[in-house]
């Protein structure tokens, strides 16, 4: 069956620090992935997402994404995080043509410290 | 992007009782998604909802526990039957948008007790 992991399940950085937040898929076809964020006491929100094209996707608030199908790959990064950053991050994939149907990976806790 | 407005946002209750979690959005989608999210773990499909039609359940779920009404293009309704604390979870309904993705509401976090 198809999954999505995310390798870090809570990251603690300091403001300024760089970020990288690992997602890997198991579906070898076409897929869509996505990059979700939840704030605290927010409902989820789309940071970014990729369909097709280049492989490296920008995003809202500075975050960037890039696809490595080789690697079943899609790591979300920030240069340099800041306090407001802190929240939970879901990466998401679905199989091209798959409506509705996104598979989650378990989400990685960042926490900031200012 | 679409808007989604769920309610109710939290509710606690009682074994064995049914709970019905409305989705309303502000524009007409063709399919809505109620997704589950138990304690610690990722969220889950739990139906696609099309208007006029049956709603279309994942493995593990099942219409008698988990039924969904879809009366029109704007409007969805998921209901937690017979609960048990096992069903405490938060719930989310999801529209889906080519250029933004899929959009979520804010979610249901229901305590069963």
């Known amino acids: 069956a198809q999954s999505v992991s995310q390798h870090n399940h809570h990251v603690i950085l300091s403001e300024a620090a760089s970020l990288e937040l690992g997602c890997n898929y198991s579906?070898?076809?076409?897929?869509?992935l996505f990059w979700y964020v939840q704030y605290p006491g927010q409902h989820l929100q789309l940071l970014l997402k990729?369909?097709?094209?280049?492989?490296l996707v920008k995003g809202i608030k500075g975050f960037e994404a890039e696809f490595i199908k080789s690697k079943f790959s899609f790591n979300l990064r920030k240069p340099s995080v800041q306090w407001s950053d802190t929240a939970e991050y879901f990466c998401a994939v679905i199989r091209s043509g798959n409506t509705g149907k996104l598979i989650f990976g378990q989400g990685t806790t960042l926490q900031v410290k200012p | 992007s679409a808007v989604i407005s769920q309610k109710p946002s939290r509710d606690i209750c009682q074994r064995g009782t049914s709970l019905t979690i409305q989705c309303q959005v502000d524009s007409q989608v063709t399919m809505m998604f109620w997704y589950r999210q138990q304690p610690g773990q990722s969220l889950t499909l739990i139906a696609t909802a099309n208007q006029g039609s049956e709603a279309t359940y994942e493995s593990g779920f099942v219409i008698d526990k988990f039924p969904i009404s879809r009366p029109n293009l704007t409007f969805s309704t998921l209901t937690v039957s017979n609960m048990s604390p096992e069903d405490s979870s938060i719930y989310l309904c999801s529209v889906e948008g080519f250029t933004y993705g899929y959009t979520f509401g804010s979610g249901t976090r229901l305590t069963v007790v």
């Open positions: 990729y369909f097709s094209g280049d492989p």
């Open positions: 579906y070898g076809g076409t897929v869509n």
